[in-house]
């Protein structure tokens, strides 16, 4: 009986870290409501990447300004790699 507790209450502390360490990334949307970081609907899906584990993304968008009202951290921030220009 005990072992079987044990062995829930690990998977639970498991599936809880793993959801814990995946929940921030996100990737900033194309038509954000605002500028504002840290809300969440700004985001895909909706949850602010703000944790030392998390990748906040940036692709195409129609709002390039970004305001961080509180500190942020974050283990990276990745964008589309910027096309060379060809000399005319």
């Known amino acids: 009986m005990r072992t079987r507790l044990f062995s829930a209450a690990l998977a ?3 599936l809880a870290t793993l959801h ?6 996100a990737t ?3 038509n954000p409501i ?3 970081w840290n809300r969440a609907i700004n985001w895909t899906p909706e949850t ?3 944790g030392p ?3 906040a993304t940036f692709d195409v968008s129609n709002s390039t300004d970004v305001d961080t009202l ?5 283990s990276a921030m990745t964008s589309p790699p910027v ?4 000399p005319s």
Do not use: F, M, T
Request: glycine share 4%; hydrophobic share 45%.
């Open 12 to 14: 639970a502390l498991c």
């Open 20 to 25: 814990s360490a995946l929940a921030g990334s």
């Open 28 to 30: 900033w949307r194309l």
């Open 34 to 36: 605002s500028s504002n």
């Open 48 to 50: 602010v990447p703000n």
């Open 53 to 55: 584990l998390d990748v």
């Open 70 to 74: 509180e500190s942020v951290e974050v």
């Open 83 to 86: 096309p060379a220009l060809s």
